[in-house]
T-cell receptor, first 114, second 112 residues
Framework: GENVEQHPSTLSVQEGDSAVIKCTYSDSASNYFPWYKQELGKRPQLIIDIRSNVGEKKDQRIAVTLNKTAKHFSLHITETQPEDSAVYFCAARGIGGGGNKLTFGTGTQLKVEL | EADIYQTPRYLVIGTGKKITLECSQTMGHDKMYWYQQDPGMELHLIHYSYGVNSTEKGDLSSESTVSRIRTEHFPLTLESARPSHTSQYLC???????????FGSGTRLTVV
């Protein structure tokens, strides 16, 4: 089955700096890659996603890039703000017997310091 | 508003008790999932369903069971709660057309 690795596990940046979180996946047939943000005590929420036919997608201060050859994808947050502090999860969806099932990374705790 | 709802939000229960965590969605999604998560930690898939009368075990071994008699309802049952079951349980749903999941707000379970 699919295996997703996520790095780093914790990330601390100064307000206004950029943050990058990286994930690798094992199934070359995976075709959908969402990112979730989970604030303390709240549910994970989808913040951006990318499909395998696209190399990059941007939404205001966040962007995701996908390198299918290397089987890795990254989340980029620019001009970080304190409200960006949260746990971020990447995920990948294969097209095997698991159907629509996502495989999640282990999460990155992002802390934006004033 | 279309959403996915979990009850109760918090539950403290004694060892050996039987409990059912409720999950309902009004989004018209056919696929539903249960995850176990310690706060801020990994999401562990324990059960999933691709439709009525379809249920599968996930990657994490669990002593719980699920049922899917109605499309919108996916309850999780623990026959005999133990302290090792103390965790947060998140329900999620999705469709094939839209690959992302929508998560419920979770049930924080404490077994004493």
């Amino acid at each position: 089955g699919e295996n997703v690795e996520q790095h780093p596990s914790t990330l601390s940046v100064q307000e206004g700096d950029s943050a990058v979180i990286k994930c690798t996946y094992s199934d070359s047939a995976s075709n959908y890659f969402p990112w979730y943000k989970q604030e303390l005590g709240k549910r994970p929420q989808l913040i951006i996603d990318i499909r395998s036919n696209v190399g990059e997608k941007k939404d205001q201060r966040i962007a995701v890039t996908l390198n299918k050859t290397a089987k890795h994808f990254s989340l980029h947050i620019t001009e970080t703000q304190p409200e960006d502090s949260a746990v971020y999860f990447c995920a990948a969806r294969g097209i095997g017997g698991g159907g629509n099932k996502l495989t999640f990374g282990t999460g990155t705790q992002l802390k934006v310091e004033l | 508003e279309a959403d996915i709802y979990q009850t109760p939000r918090y539950l403290v229960i004694g060892t050996g008790k039987k409990i059912t965590l409720e999950c309902s969605q009004t989004m018209g999604h056919d696929k539903m999932y249960w995850y176990q998560q310690d706060p801020g930690m990994e999401l562990h898939l324990i059960h999933y369903s691709y439709g009525v009368n379809s249920t599968e075990k996930g990657d994490l071994s669990s002593e719980s069971t699920v049922s899917r008699i109605r499309t919108e309802h996916f309850p999780l049952t623990l026959e005999s709660a133990r302290p090792s079951h103390t965790s947060q349980y998140l329900c999620a749903s999705s469709t094939r057309d839209r690959g992302g999941y929508t998560f419920g707000s979770g049930t924080r379970l404490t077994v004493v």
